[in-house]
């Protein structure tokens, strides 16, 4: 059995979730639930009881969770102490960043580091910025790209990489270039489903006491430029976002006053993956 059998397992052993699993690793619900069918056939024994409200592991799971996780270690170890000896990395390191940031930061990261290692594979996995944290927290991805929050969770660590002013954006229709307080009941809003600017944008509100009228919440910052170019409303974006997006002439910036809080953009990773030679060499190339 290969390490990424292993992975699987030991990722659905913590959410005791198929689609939470196969969607964090980045695989569909039925190959995973093959790919742990072959498991249980390879061992002869069952790895997990379920039904249809719940998964839990059986003592034979328990059991083969330990053996997976000394396995990997292994497996880590043995090619960190090959490295050492060709004085060379090579190996795999996956990356998560939203389609913005892949474009705008990893091109030139990545650039540098490939001429420095050759022989590292780079996976990278596309999505909302706003599960930057939790992929690394779950152990998904090595290494990710999002705006920091106000809160750091302790056992990760960050490296800024720019920062970005939250800019009001509305469709060239709109003939103003500022909303008044009294108008904003008529005035449609489309704002991101959860995450930090979200928090920034309704604590915005609260101070002007605003009670917008939203008219869509979505996911990622790419879909409220989309939403605004069509007419749809007024919506809250990292500049860097409409400077690097295809529809920026369809839209256009308001002016806002008090201005919102800018954001940090940068590198995510758990402090203790940093003592992995791949993710270090990743993360020292970006400069403090």
Known sequence: M??????LFLHLCDTLHFGRTSQAMHISPSALTRTIQQLEETLDASLFERDNRSVKLTKEGKLF???AKE?????QGFRQSLMEETQELQGEISIYCSVTASYSFLHTILSDFRKAHPKIVITLHTGDSEDAIQNILEDTDDLSIGALPDRLPSKLDF???TTSPLVMIAP?????????????KKTPVILSEKGLIRKYVDTWFQQKNIKPTIYAQVSGNEAIVSMVSLGFGIGVIPKIVLDN????????????????EPIDVGLFAQKKRLQNPLIKALWNTVAS
């Open 2 to 7: 290969d390490n990424r059998t292993l992975k």
């Open 65 to 67: 969770q330990e053996y």
């Open 71 to 75: 396995s990997i270690g292994l497996w």
């Open 159 to 161: 490296k800024r990489i």
């Open 172 to 184: 060239l229709t709109e003939e103003k270039n500022e909303i008044r307080n009294d108008t904003w």
């Open 245 to 260: 997006s295809p529809l920026a002439q369809q839209v256009k910036m308001l002016n806002h006053k008090p201005l919102l």
